[in-house]
């Protein structure tokens, strides 16, 4: 199985601050990685697919980058509904696996 | 709009049996594979497998083969998550979702989710 880490577990940061979240493969795994955001008691909502396409509705100041076993989320400025937990996947081989999730809180 | 519709949360005790349903809005529920992705408190996601209503055709994740079944009616749009016997370590939220492929490349990635199903297995 792919293994995925994410770092940091958590983090505390304010509103307008620039956020970057990362993912690392065990293998590589292209660019076959996607994100996801879960706010409390929600079901998680995919953000950005195959590393860095934006999904229909998912503001501009969420971005993504990477390919091979190194991935990155930035939010630009964190606005007041991006405090939640974010989940890396990797779309390149069954079985599908997520990070451990990072969770933004407010500074 | 396409929505999967899950069950109602669950109350049951270890050693019951239990079936959860997700229904699929929208004529498209053949042609797209349906997974399972398991939630425990306070914990992250763990994907449990999948299967395609057009044929049935079902794969499991290794920590989850014999321990759940899957399966689906197309007839009704509606794909189902069984236990036989539950334990108590089955108590989480189960989500179903989409799984789609991306059309530049042979990425898979989970786009549309329900709103999960709430186990709770208790004595």
């Given at each position: 199985?792919?293994?995925?880490t994410q770092?940091p577990?958590?983090?505390?940061?304010?509103?307008?601050d620039?956020?970057?979240i990362t993912?690392?493969?065990?293998?590589s795994?292209n660019?076959?990685?996607n994100?996801?955001q879960?706010?409390p008691?929600k079901?998680?909502?995919?953000l950005?697919?195959?590393a860095?396409?934006?999904?229909?509705?998912?503001?501009?100041?969420?971005s993504g980058s990477?390919?091979?076993t190194?991935?990155?989320?930035?939010i630009?400025?964190l606005?007041?509904e991006d405090?939640?937990?974010?989940y890396?996947?990797?779309?390149?081989n069954?079985?599908?696996t997520?990070?451990?999730?990072?969770?933004?809180?407010?500074? | 709009?396409v929505q999967?519709?899950?069950s109602?949360?669950?109350?049951k005790?270890p050693?019951e049996?239990?079936?959860?349903?997700c229904k699929?809005?929208?004529s498209?529920?053949?042609k797209y594979w349906?997974?399972w992705?398991?939630q425990?408190?306070g914990?992250?996601?763990e994907?449990?497998?999948?299967?395609y209503?057009g044929?049935?055709d079902?794969?499991?994740?290794?920590s989850?083969?014999?321990?759940?079944?899957?399966?689906?009616?197309?007839s009704?749009?509606?794909?189902?998550l069984?236990?036989n016997t539950?334990?108590?370590?089955?108590?989480?939220?189960?989500y179903?979702?989409?799984?789609?492929v991306?059309?530049?490349s042979?990425?898979?990635?989970?786009?549309?989710?329900?709103?999960g199903?709430?186990v709770?297995?208790?004595?």
């Amino acid at each position: 199985d792919i293994q995925m880490t994410q770092s940091p577990s958590s983090l505390s940061a304010s509103v307008g601050d620039r956020v970057t979240i990362t993912c690392r493969a065990s293998q590589s795994i292209n660019n076959y990685l996607n994100w996801y955001q879960q706010k409390p008691g929600k079901a998680p909502n995919l953000l950005i697919s195959v590393a860095s396409t934006l999904q229909s509705g998912v503001p501009s100041r969420f971005s993504g980058s990477g390919s091979g076993t190194d991935f990155t989320l930035t939010i630009s400025s964190l606005q007041p509904e991006d405090f939640a937990t974010y989940y890396c996947q990797q779309g390149y081989n069954s079985p599908w696996t997520f990070g451990q999730g990072t969770t933004v809180e407010i500074k | 709009e396409v929505q999967l519709v899950q069950s109602g949360a669950e109350v049951k005790k270890p050693g019951e049996s239990l079936k959860i349903s997700c229904k699929g809005s929208g004529s498209s529920f053949t042609k797209y594979w349906i997974g399972w992705v398991r939630q425990m408190p306070g914990k992250g996601l763990e994907w449990m497998g999948n299967i395609y209503p057009g044929d049935s055709d079902t794969r499991y994740s290794p920590s989850f083969q014999g321990q759940v079944t899957m399966s689906v009616d197309k007839s009704i749009s509606t794909a189902y998550l069984q236990w036989n016997t539950l334990k108590a370590s089955d108590s989480a939220t189960y989500y179903c979702v989409r799984k789609m492929v991306s059309s530049s490349s042979s990425a898979w990635y989970f786009d549309l989710w329900g709103r999960g199903t709430l186990v709770t297995v208790s004595s």
